[in-house]
T-cell receptor, first 112, second 116 residues
Framework: DAGITQSPRHKVTETGTPVTLRCHQTENHRYMYWYRQDPGHGLRLIHYSYGVKDTDKGEVSDGYSVSRSKTEDFLLTLESATSSQTSVYFC???????????FGPGTRLTVT | AQTVTQSQPEMSVQEAETVTLSCTYD???????LFWYKQPPSRQMILVIRQEAYKQQNATENRFSVNFQKAAKSFSLKISDSQLGDAAMYFCAYRSARGGSEKLVFGKGTKLTVNP
């Protein structure tokens, strides 16, 4: 299994509070991704990174920011959480050469 | 933009039988990759099988095989000798082979139930 961890695994927070989710990889891969998964929508890309300090938006980036100061860590921040951001969040890394992406275990976030 | 469609929100199969999950995609590119992912109740996303568009031969991984029809833009997954552990959500995904982000575009998934 690819060495990808996410923290926390579960979080309950209140509307309006900031939240940061962490993704850590031990594979030294260049590309990292954040997705959200909601019923009926599959996985949707929030942001991705193609190197240290190099990030770009995905299809559902509003309300989210990311940072990558080290190859191994990719942080997702909800500056002011809303109930619509209640979801399961997945981090992934790309193995390159068309090998596909490998996913972390996910974080279930509930915004009350 | 590329899109991926899984037209079967739910499927069921009897244990030991064969089931085929459908996936179609829309792209103007000629070189790309296609994937099937499995998500069991544990929530972990597991890569099941991949196909390179320039290869005509259909990919196979043990009991899992694909029927890749490039002209029809179809990429179905066949599970043979279904087992209870195959019960999961299955997602089809597309990735351009052009250099860049290596982003995946996912379908909305098919929930597979395996009946004993």
């Amino acid at each position: 299994d690819a060495g990808i961890t996410q923290s926390p695994r579960h979080k309950v927070t209140e509307t309006g509070t900031p939240v940061t989710l962490r993704c850590h990889q031990t594979e030294n891969h260049r590309y990292m991704y954040w997705y959200r998964q909601d019923p009926g929508h599959g996985l949707r890309l929030i942001h991705y990174s193609y190197g240290v300090k190099d990030t770009d938006k995905g299809e559902v980036s509003d309300g989210y920011s990311v940072s990558r100061s080290k190859t191994e860590d990719f942080l997702l921040t909800l500056e002011s959480a809303t109930s619509s951001q209640t979801s399961v969040y997945f981090c992934a890394i790309s193995g390159g050469q068309g090998s596909g992406q490998y996913f972390g275990p996910g974080t279930r976030l509930t915004v009350t | 933009a590329q899109t991926v469609t899984q037209s079967q929100p739910e499927m069921s199969v009897q244990e030991a039988e064969t089931v085929t999950l459908s996936c179609t995609y829309d792209t103007s590119e000629s070189d790309y990759y296609l994937f099937w992912y499995k998500q069991p109740p544990s929530r972990q996303m597991i890569l099941v099988i991949r196909q390179e568009a320039y290869k005509q031969q259909n990919a196979t991984e043990n009991r899992f095989s694909v029927n890749f029809q490039k002209a029809a833009k179809s990429f179905s997954l066949k599970i043979s000798d279904s087992q209870l552990g195959d019960a999961a959500m299955y997602f089809c995904a597309y990735r351009s082979a052009r250099g860049g982000s290596e982003k995946l575009v996912f379908g909305k998934g098919t929930k597979l139930t395996v009946n004993p």
